[in-house]
């Protein structure tokens, strides 16, 4: 089983860009989707999540605004589109997936975990 995150890289502040996540999780369609992002010398913190049938989310109050969350369950794959980048924002983002029914807001709800992208917004 893997999550593959993608589109991380440099940009400027005020900047935007788009992380995708690829899963192979048989059961995707019906997960809990997440992403996560840990600054360097910093704890992870959640930044969104999103539930099976994308009619809820939840974002971080630092973000809110400024990302969403989205997802294509015919695609397997996760999205999370990144606005008005802050140099704040730097950090590795982590594309995560829980079962069904799990709240999401804890990492402890999470049983699968992408490698990580980097993303660095310069100021």
């Known amino acids: 089983v893997q999550l593959q995150a993608s589109g991380g890289g440099l940009v400027q502040a005020g900047g935007s860009l788009r992380l995708s996540c690829a899963s192979s999780?048989?059961?995707?369609?019906?997960?809990?989707m997440g992403w996560f992002r840990q600054a360097q010398g910093k704890g992870r913190e959640l930044v969104a999540t999103i539930n099976w049938s994308a009619d809820s989310t939840y974002y971080a109050n630092s973000v809110k605004g400024r990302f969403t969350i989205s997802r294509d369950n015919t695609k397997n794959t996760v999205y999370l589109q990144m606005n008005s980048l802050k140099p704040e924002d730097t950090a590795v983002y982590y594309c995560?997936?829980?079962?069904?029914?799990?709240?999401?807001?804890?990492?402890?709800?999470?049983?699968?975990w992408g490698q990580g992208t980097l993303v660095t917004v310069s100021s």
């Open positions: 995560t997936s829980a079962p069904r029914g799990r709240p999401g807001i804890n990492p402890y709800d999470y049983n699968y």
């Open positions: 999780v048989p059961t995707f369609s019906t997960s809990r």
